[in-house]
């Protein structure tokens, strides 16, 4: 069985409809995801998608 991951860089604050975005990640169960971001908002994270705090100069 093949894995698929996304990595998905994004420095800054993530758009207003971040959420949702996460929602669909969420119903796509057969994907990992993972966002490197410096934006400490608050959110419902799915199990599927990882989050790695890391600022733009590391």
Same mark, same amino acid.
């Given at each position: *069985?093949?894995?698929?991951?996304? %990595?998905? !860089?994004?420095?800054?604050?993530? !758009?207003?409809?971040?959420? &949702?975005? &996460?929602?669909?990640?969420? &119903? ?6 993972? %966002?490197? +971001? @410096? @934006?400490? +908002?608050?959110?419902?994270? !799915? ?5 790695? @705090? *890391?600022?733009?100069? @590391?």
């Amino acid at each position: *069985m093949k894995k698929v991951a996304f %990595i998905v !860089p994004y420095f800054g604050k993530l !758009p207003n409809y971040f959420q &949702l975005f &996460l929602n669909s990640c969420r &119903l796509n169960k057969n994907f990992k995801w993972i %966002i490197v +971001t @410096d @934006d400490k +908002t608050s959110y419902s994270w !799915p199990q599927n998608v990882q989050k790695i @705090d *890391m600022s733009f100069e @590391d």
